[in-house]
């Protein structure tokens, strides 16, 4: 049985059960009901508003549990949905917060997200001892997400191995710092699904929460 078939079989069962939960709930009332108004006091019969008012909690609780019935086969319904679709992402290159780079063949790209413009920003490339190897000054960017390129060249002239590694943002308006979001790149190698939803596997980012994703490439 497939993934997706044990999902639906899932979902059915469960309505199922719960359609039946209800259906008894139903019936033992309706039992007390009529065994009520049999052996009610002649002389002090049921008052018509009690009877309706408990026909009404009866079916507004009923109502309530087909709700909740609806509701999670909807959810279980999604959930599988969004397994189909991150599956689909496997072998593709997502950006993602993150502040790793990856240098392959003198090439290495990243990014970062602005909520507002700047004057100034300055990306800094570091080693795996935190040693600055190269800056790069992009000058004025404007609100949103902001991509750039390293060649593997550092500021001493050398070129750098490949391999990964890290990067920082300062960005300024008016002398002010202004927040930047770090963007990397990754590429997706499989998926993970779990109870809290569907996590992708990258070489360069780790494992992501796919609504973390920015872009899709």
Known sequence: ??????????TSTAATTTKSAVQESEDRFLKLLVTQMRNQDPLNPLDNAEVTSQMAQLSTVS???KLNTTLQAMSNSFASSQSLQAAAMIGRTVLAPG???????GSASGGFELAQPV?????????AAGNTLHSVDLGAQKAGNVMFQWDGMTDSGANAANGTYTFEVSATQGGQKVEAVNLAFGQVGSVSLSASGVTLNTDVLGSLDVATVKQIF
Not at 99 to 105: F, G
Request: net charge negative.
């Open 99 to 105: 502040s790793s780079l990856l240098l392959q063949d």
């Open 1 to 10: 049985m497939s993934t997706v078939d044990a999902v639906t079989s899932g």
């Open 119 to 127: 004057d100034h920003a300055v990306v800094t490339i570091k080693g």
């Open 63 to 65: 109502g309530i549990e």
